[in-house]
């Protein structure tokens, strides 16, 4: 029996690298799944979404017409309004009236919606119950 020692180009040598497609299957069926099943979970809780409705405007001289400025400047007809406790301090004594009347709200196009967010906020503070927003019908392209 002999035995040998040192390499005679015969031996198996070791693989140090990894075998990565049984990886890349098992990453593909994942994603294969979770593509399938997320759009099935966000959709899952049922929400009845509002309608959109564009009614005619109703011009009552005891409604209230607010305009808002792209820079925020909050208008009372054509009277500009220093600061959010002015705003609600005159809605304030409007929303005492019987009828209440109602508030519209033009707002600027490029302005910001923290801007109109703010004087939606001061109508609800001050106890406003109708509050809507005046836009431009679509124009008819033909």
């Known amino acids: ?22 990886l890349v299957d098992v990453m593909l069926v994942l ?8 759009p099935v979970v966000t959709q899952a809780i049922a929400v009845k979404l509002p309608a959109e409705s564009n009614a005619a405007r109703q011009t009552k001289p005891e409604n209230i017409e ?11 007809g054509m009277q ?3 600061d959010n406790d002015e705003l609600v301090a005159r809605l ?4 005492v009236l019987n009828p209440q009347p109602e508030v519209h709200i033009r707002g600027d196009q490029a302005g910001r919606y923290e801007f109109v967010g703010r004087v939606v906020f001061a ?20």
């Open 1 to 22: 029996m002999a035995m040998q020692v040192g390499g005679s180009g015969e031996e198996d040598e070791a693989i140090s690298t990894i075998n990565t497609t049984p």
């Open 31 to 38: 994603l294969i799944i979770f593509l399938i099943t997320i």
């Open 66 to 76: 607010l305009s808002v400025t792209r820079d925020g400047d909050v208008y009372w």
């Open 80 to 82: 500009r309004i220093q």
């Open 92 to 95: 304030k004594q409007v929303a």
């Open 123 to 142: 109508a609800q503070r001050a106890g406003i119950a109708k509050v809507g927003f005046v836009t431009e019908p679509p124009a008819r392209g033909g």
